[in-house]
Nanobody
Framework: QVQLVESGGGLVRPGGSLRLICAASGFPFRTRYMAWFRQAPGSERDFVAAISDNGVTTYYADSVKGRFTISRDNAKNTLYLQMNSLKSEDTAVYYC???????????????????WGKGTLITVSS
């Protein structure tokens, strides 16, 4: 069955860096549009970044542009999110997601995605 398993979360100081990893299995990863979302306590789930199936096209939320980098390794069925210059407002549970419907444009709403991981918590605090 489809599985998305996030790892790499934890506690980091403001200005620090973390790399999130999403291990995918149970579906043809190399043909799927993938995205990261995040959800802070008491808030809705928000778009962070997305990447096309071949990794050529990426999209970012304005709040993370220039600080976060999404990438993928289709040979390893793995999605990444490199997060630099972290801020307290980046504190949230981060979710990996996959879109199984037709892609070809930017999809950035939770309802655009079809499968989700369980999430990994990032806490940015001094």
């Amino acid at each position: 069955q489809v599985q998305l398993v996030e790892s790499g979360g934890g506690l980091v100081r403001p200005g620090g860096s973390l790399r999130l990893i999403c291990a995918a299995s149970g579906f043809p990863f190399r043909t799927r549009y993938m995205a990261w979302f995040r959800q802070a306590p008491g808030s809705e789930r928000d778009f962070v970044a997305a990447i096309s199936d071949n990794g050529v096209t990426t999209y970012y939320a304005d709040s993370v542009k220039g600080r976060f980098t999404i990438s993928r390794d289709n040979a390893k069925n793995t999605l990444y999110l490199q997060m630099n210059s972290l801020k307290s407002e980046d504190t949230a549970v981060y979710y990996c997601s996959a879109r199984f419907r037709a892609a070809g444009q930017k999809y950035y709403l939770p309802r655009d995605m079809d499968y989700w991981g369980k999430g990994t918590l990032i806490t940015v605090s001094s």
